[in-house]
């Protein structure tokens, strides 16, 4: 019997995804890490589960929003084709609810046993950070190719495929590796730093957060983290979340959002700070800007 992917619930046994099964290359000759293609369509929900191993999601074609509740925070996601779900080892959930329409996403697993034999010289474990729903073309190209291998039947041989998984693998550990991987530049934020910062604050834009809670996923304390932000961008965290703001605020502007609307989606408080902001950043009002 194939061996599927699938999350575990609390006692251990497998919880399988929902969704339609397209493609299960652990059917076929390939090599490489366990993949599979799946369509998705409507509403879903799990209860409390986590991935035993690290878990790659690629949004091909649709699009998918959600929430995912761990302790007493929700975190949103949501994501068009092109997104990208990274999960570390482990990363446990008491409840995730998701609604949209997936007609294709790319699942890939990085089991210990498909590792070690591709990199003998490791452990066996790849230690990631998670992020709901990122982009990165470099990443997308080694899992697509991986698919078309596969639709291929993979003709290119065992080689290929290794060589994919492995690429795939040095690409994840250097660009997503978890903090204990990646060194940091004394005294300033490394590349993969303010990478995570970006993610994180793009997943909570709407949210009214802290500098400690930004702090806190790089595992600093909010002075040490303001003091290395600053010096890494010569921005403040404060400056740099209202330039994010306003950034995504005038994508919205070319919608049909009233401004209070677009205040609240973006993460101001009133549209009076909105406004404020949005003056002090581009020069001009929110509504002169939208009728420019």
Not at 78 to 94: D, H
Not at 170 to 192: F, K, V
Request: net charge positive; aromatic share 8%; with cysteine.
């Amino acid at each position: 019997m194939t061996r599927e992917i699938s999350l575990l619930d609390t006692s251990g046994k497998p919880l399988p995804f929902d969704g339609r099964m397209l493609m299960n290359a652990q059917a076929t000759a390939w090599q490489g890490f366990a993949l599979e293609v799946r369509a998705m369509s409507g509403d879903g929900e799990n209860p409390a589960c986590y991935n035993p191993h690290p878990l790659i999601g690629l949004c091909v074609r649709g699009h998918v929003k959600g929430a995912m509740t761990r302790g007493r925070r929700q975190h949103p996601f949501e994501s068009n084709a092109g997104g990208i779900f990274i999960f570390e080892q482990g990363y446990e959930v008491e409840r995730a609810t998701w609604t949209g329409e997936l007609a294709e996403t790319i699942v890939l697993e990085i089991r210990p046993e498909a590792l070690r034999s591709l990199m003998p010289e490791g452990d066996g474990e790849l230690h990631l950070q998670t992020h709901l729903s990122t982009t990165d073309a470099t990443l997308s190209a080694l899992v697509i190719a991986m698919r078309d291998e596969v639709e291929r039947g993979c003709s290119s041989g065992r080689l290929h495929a290794q060589g994919l998984s492995m690429a795939l693998a040095s690409y994840l550990r250097n660009r997503y590796g978890a903090t204990g991987n990646t060194r940091r530049p004394r005294g300033r934020l490394s590349q993969n730093d303010l990478r995570r910062v970006y993610d994180w604050v793009m997943q909570h834009l709407s949210e009214d957060f802290g500098i400690d809670e930004l702090a806190a996923e790089l595992h600093l304390s909010a002075v040490h983290f303001t003091r290395l932000f600053r010096a890494s961008t010569g921005a403040t965290p404060y400056r740099y979340v209202m330039e994010q703001r306003v950034r995504h605020a005038l994508s919205l502007l070319r919608g049909n959002q009233s401004l209070a609307e677009i205040a609240q989606a973006v993460g101001f408080s009133s549209q009076a700070h909105f406004t404020q902001v949005f003056r002090q950043l581009v020069g001009t009002t929110p509504a002169r800007a939208r009728r420019g």
